[in-house]
């Protein structure tokens, strides 16, 4: 079960984080999603180093976020040594992977922050376990076509 209880340290000491709110017209009439979003993350003991917002009209099928974005977020990774980018909306598994490689760092979305989340509460032995089940189910369709190179 520790294999998911990412944050150990201490509120505001954990992993040095970018937040990219990503707002499209759909949810742009959404109050206080951006505060939301925000809130999420401190409350997970994460070190908030920087959030960005991007506009954008509809998701590109790649990164989410068009390229240009993409290259900017990954200048931003090197320069402040972030460890970690959460992304307002729920990614694709290949979208998490091309994120990942590309700004090589740790992706995440909104999901896995509140998974996370609770798995930072979660104190019974049971709520221990569902949680740790809910991260696995999240995390196994991140993992289709990882062992390609493995099939033959």
């Not at 951006?34 to 954008?56: H, P, T």
């Not at 974005?69 to 090197?78: G, L, S």
Request: one cysteine or more; charged letters at 25%; hydrophobic letters at 40%.
């Amino acid at each position: 079960m520790e294999l998911f209880d990412r944050q150990k340290e201490a509120v505001g000491q954990g992993e040095r984080t970018l937040l990219v709110y990503v707002e499209l017209p759909s949810t742009r009439n959404i109050h206080n999603a951006k505060s939301e979003f925000k809130e999420l993350a401190i409350s997970s003991g994460l070190a908030i180093i920087d959030a960005i917002q991007v506009n954008r009209h509809s998701a590109k099928a790649q990164y989410y976020i068009g390229t240009g974005k993409v290259d900017e977020i990954a200048q931003m990774v090197q320069e402040l040594a972030l460890d970690l980018v959460i992304f307002s909306p729920e990614l694709s598994p290949s979208q998490e992977r091309n994120l990942e490689k590309t700004l090589a760092c740790q992706v995440m979305d909104r999901t896995g922050l509140i998974l996370d989340i609770f798995a930072l509460r979660a104190n019974s032995f049971e709520g221990k376990l569902q949680v740790e089940l809910a991260q696995l189910r999240h995390l196994s369709t991140r993992l289709v076509r990882g062992w390609t190179h493995l099939e033959r």
